[in-house]
Every structure is written in structure tokens, then in C-alpha cells.
């Protein structure tokens, strides 16, 4: 079974950088999509970046953008999120996602069926 290990969480001041990693037991290409959500408690998953790792096109959430950058390594099956310019705001537990649905919008968590564990980002001001 394809499992996603998350990694590269911390602690970091704002203005700093971080770079999460997900590692998929598995063949990435044949992943299609992978994507990143974060979470807050008690609010609800939202999205912050999608990559096709097929012909490497990228969204990304208004919040995140030009300061987050999805990417893949195929040799290495793994996804990262290159987090600059962190602000108090995007401190929330990082998840990878993916087994996207057929035709379901990429920024729904619904539509993904496979999920890591999580990775805590904290950014402190």
C-alpha cells in the first residue's frame, strides 16, 4: 500500500524559510497529482499547492502565493513545499495528499483519498 511521509517541520521566525518534504512509497509519476494542505485546530483543512507530476504545472493558494513553490524530485518519489517568507499566519500542521478524484476540484480535501501523517509548522513573530 502507497503510504506519504511528511517531513521538515519546525520552528522558524517569521520572515525565515522552511522546506517540506513527502516521500511516497512509490512510483510519483504514477501519482498524477500531489498536493499540500494545512490545518489549524478547530478550523477546517484548507490548500495551499497542487503539482501535476506529469507535465509539472502548479496552483497554489491566494495566501501562499509567490512565496510558496511546489516541487518534485521523480528519482527520489518525493514532493517538496519550499516555504519563504513565513508569516504567524501559516503556522498549522502541513499535510501531503494524494489519489485525486476524477474531476473534483483540487482545492476540496474530499477529493483526495490517500494522506501522510502531518508535518507542524510553527512561525512565530
Known amino acids: 500500500q502507497v503510504q506519504l511521509v511528511e517531513s521538515g517541520g519546525g520552528s522558524v521566525q517569521a520572515g525565515g524559510s522552511l522546506r517540506l518534504s513527502c516521500a511516497v512509497s512509490g512510483d510519483l509519476y504514477s501519482r498524477n497529482y500531489m498536493a499540500w494542505f494545512r490545518q489549524v485546530p478547530g478550523k477546517e483543512r484548507e490548500e495551499v499547492a497542487l503539482i501535476n507530476t506529469s507535465d509539472g504545472n502548479t496552483l497554489y493558494a491566494d495566501s501562499v502565493k509567490g512565496r510558496f513553490t511546489i516541487s518534485q524530485d521523480n528519482a527520489k518519489n518525493t514532493v517538496y513545499l519550499q516555504m519563504n517568507s513565513l508569516k504567524s499566519d501559516d503556522t498549522a500542521m502541513y499535510y501531503c495528499?494524494?489519489?485525486?478524484?476524477?474531476?473534483?476540484?483540487?482545492?476540496?480535501?474530499?477529493?483526495?483519498?490517500?494522506w501522510g501523517q502531518g508535518t507542524q509548522v510553527t512561525v512565530s513573530s
Open positions: 495528499a494524494t489519489d485525486r478524484k476524477y474531476g473534483r476540484r483540487w482545492d476540496d480535501p474530499s477529493t483526495y483519498r490517500l
